[in-house]
């Protein structure tokens, strides 16, 4: 592996439903996750994140880990109903203790926190009672929440994430309602989204008059398959870009530009919201950096029946908007959750943010895969997962030698956890959970890397 920049940050990331476990105790609320995941048939084997990894209990251990591994930055979320139980009014001291001591573990054993305030666990007060992410009060909520967090926490923490992969939360959990809240429409997930990046533009604006002082930086971490014409067709070409931007220029052309892509706007019409110009200059500018998820490839093609839906797992959206048909190369090698590996997707990917956006640092706040292995004797012989870590961060070095400014790498995930639908049944950490007895195993993954790191001059 060739040497990053010295200034290179390595990582791993979590979510606080996904593994913290603790989900009813010490003033928490419920939040739809908890609400979704008891209904059944919505999730695979019928699980649920009540005890998951169990983080909330032994986040001493959790960092203790993360210190053997070597890893220097930590992402992690917030549970929005455990510091904010009704996800307003009265915040919840004992959720505040929480975070504070995991902060402090952290920074003490040399590891940088960087926080995320919502990853998908809205507390369900909101949903009922203020139809959550569709509802015109959210914005606020979200930003009186992310008040408190930068109250309680912004003296240590100095990395901020405002929201985790918008496009999921408007996609599959109100366009398509395979994730929580369930809902199906194909007008609530660009209601959803609108009201996503003014809770964004909301937060960051609080942050930045209130908490300038305290020096951070603060962002948003999207989400982006990689879109490859089928052919060299202008159709196909045209139709990769159109992809391109329904998928994350949707949330981050308001961001760079202070408004929706052109072609969002002339094909859905009346669907999509529009900004007031008040809203569009609260919104523009509203990144320090520009974060980035991304795991896979798909190609595009044009449409030849317009009317016809991907079959592909919520990874289209909403093609019929988009006029677009994915598909994906029989010769490549398939993760678990049936996600292509494609290493130099996420290449392109980088360079098609560079040139859009005018050459932002990015910051990779997700990359992984995911693998049926099981354990020898007390390690994992993690070939399939090493393999790709060396592809696509091989693939991000090619990207930082043309001029793309990649600050940063971190790894999904820091531990198995609750995959969301696909319950317990993937593997994406690179600490192994049993899940009878929440032991810990450590994976040949790991080791690589922590190898990686060093090797760097970490």
């Given at each position: 592996m060739k040497q990053f920049p010295n200034d290179f940050i390595w990582g791993a990331s979590t979510s606080a439903y996904q593994i913290e476990g603790a989900y009813?105790?010490?003033g928490?609320?419920?939040?739809?996750w908890d609400a979704f995941s008891s209904i059944p048939g919505k999730?695979?084997?019928?699980d649920t994140g009540q005890v998951s990894g169990d983080h909330y209990h032994r986040f001493k251990e959790d960092v203790a880990l993360m210190k053997q591994i070597g890893i220097k930055a930590y992402r992690f979320s917030i549970s929005w109903p455990r510091v904010m139980p009704a996800g307003k009014g009265k915040a919840n001291t004992r959720g505040i203790q929480f975070y504070s001591a995991l902060i402090d573990e952290l920074l003490e054993a040399g590891i940088t926190p960087w926080v995320t305030l919502f990853h998908w666990d809205l507390p369900l007060a909101l949903q009922l009672e203020n139809d959550g992410w569709i509802g015109p009060e959210i914005p606020d909520y979200?930003?009186?929440?992310?008040?408190?967090?930068?109250?309680h926490f912004g003296d240590r923490v100095k990395n901020w994430i405002t929201l985790n992969e918008p496009w999921v939360m408007a996609i599959l959990g109100y366009g398509l309602g395979n994730f929580a809240p369930g809902r199906v429409s194909n007008a609530e997930p660009y209601r959803a989204g609108h009201n996503q990046l003014l809770a964004h533009a909301k937060a960051v604006d609080v942050y930045r008059k209130k908490y300038g002082h305290q020096g951070g930086q603060i962002g948003m971490a999207n989400n982006c398959d990689w879109r490859e014409p089928l052919t060299d067709s202008q159709k196909d070409k045209d139709a990769a870009q159109r992809a391109l931007e329904f998928f994350l220029a949707w949330f981050a052309d308001p961001i760079y530009f202070g408004d929706y892509p052109a072609v969002m706007k002339q094909r859905l019409g009346a669907r999509l919201p529009a900004f007031t110009e008040a809203e569009k200059e609260l919104v523009k500018g509203s990144a320090d950096y520009f974060g980035l998820n991304h795991y896979t490839t798909m190609y595009v093609a044009g449409a030849t029946d317009p009317n016809r839906k991907s079959t592909v797992y919520g990874n289209g959206?909403?093609?019929?908007?988009?006029?677009?048909?994915?598909?994906?190369?029989k010769t490549w090698k398939r993760t678990t959750m049936n996600w292509a590996v494609v290493p130099w997707g996420c290449r392109k990917l980088l360079e098609w943010i560079d040139n859009r956006y005018g050459r932002p640092d990015i910051y990779l706040t997700e990359n992984g895969s995911a693998w049926n292995d099981s354990k020898v004797d007390g390690t994992v012989a993690d070939a399939n997962r090493i393999e790709?870590?060396?592809g696509y961060l091989g693939e991000c070095r090619k990207a930082i030698e043309k001029g793309v400014k990649l600050k940063g790498y971190f790894a999904w995930s820091l531990m198995d956890n609750f995959e969301w639908a696909h319950g317990y049944s993937q593997r994406?950490?690179?600490i192994h959970m049993d899940y009878q007895s929440l032991e810990r195993t450590m994976k040949d993954s790991a080791n690589w890397y922590a190898g990686v790191i060093r090797d760097n001059g970490v």
């Amino acid at each position: 592996m060739k040497q990053f920049p010295n200034d290179f940050i390595w990582g791993a990331s979590t979510s606080a439903y996904q593994i913290e476990g603790a989900y009813d105790i010490d003033g928490k609320g419920p939040s739809i996750w908890d609400a979704f995941s008891s209904i059944p048939g919505k999730i695979k084997n019928g699980d649920t994140g009540q005890v998951s990894g169990d983080h909330y209990h032994r986040f001493k251990e959790d960092v203790a880990l993360m210190k053997q591994i070597g890893i220097k930055a930590y992402r992690f979320s917030i549970s929005w109903p455990r510091v904010m139980p009704a996800g307003k009014g009265k915040a919840n001291t004992r959720g505040i203790q929480f975070y504070s001591a995991l902060i402090d573990e952290l920074l003490e054993a040399g590891i940088t926190p960087w926080v995320t305030l919502f990853h998908w666990d809205l507390p369900l007060a909101l949903q009922l009672e203020n139809d959550g992410w569709i509802g015109p009060e959210i914005p606020d909520y979200f930003a009186a929440y992310a008040d408190v967090c930068f109250e309680h926490f912004g003296d240590r923490v100095k990395n901020w994430i405002t929201l985790n992969e918008p496009w999921v939360m408007a996609i599959l959990g109100y366009g398509l309602g395979n994730f929580a809240p369930g809902r199906v429409s194909n007008a609530e997930p660009y209601r959803a989204g609108h009201n996503q990046l003014l809770a964004h533009a909301k937060a960051v604006d609080v942050y930045r008059k209130k908490y300038g002082h305290q020096g951070g930086q603060i962002g948003m971490a999207n989400n982006c398959d990689w879109r490859e014409p089928l052919t060299d067709s202008q159709k196909d070409k045209d139709a990769a870009q159109r992809a391109l931007e329904f998928f994350l220029a949707w949330f981050a052309d308001p961001i760079y530009f202070g408004d929706y892509p052109a072609v969002m706007k002339q094909r859905l019409g009346a669907r999509l919201p529009a900004f007031t110009e008040a809203e569009k200059e609260l919104v523009k500018g509203s990144a320090d950096y520009f974060g980035l998820n991304h795991y896979t490839t798909m190609y595009v093609a044009g449409a030849t029946d317009p009317n016809r839906k991907s079959t592909v797992y919520g990874n289209g959206g909403l093609t019929e908007d988009q006029d677009i048909e994915l598909s994906m190369d029989k010769t490549w090698k398939r993760t678990t959750m049936n996600w292509a590996v494609v290493p130099w997707g996420c290449r392109k990917l980088l360079e098609w943010i560079d040139n859009r956006y005018g050459r932002p640092d990015i910051y990779l706040t997700e990359n992984g895969s995911a693998w049926n292995d099981s354990k020898v004797d007390g390690t994992v012989a993690d070939a399939n997962r090493i393999e790709y870590f060396q592809g696509y961060l091989g693939e991000c070095r090619k990207a930082i030698e043309k001029g793309v400014k990649l600050k940063g790498y971190f790894a999904w995930s820091l531990m198995d956890n609750f995959e969301w639908a696909h319950g317990y049944s993937q593997r994406f950490g690179m600490i192994h959970m049993d899940y009878q007895s929440l032991e810990r195993t450590m994976k040949d993954s790991a080791n690589w890397y922590a190898g990686v790191i060093r090797d760097n001059g970490v």
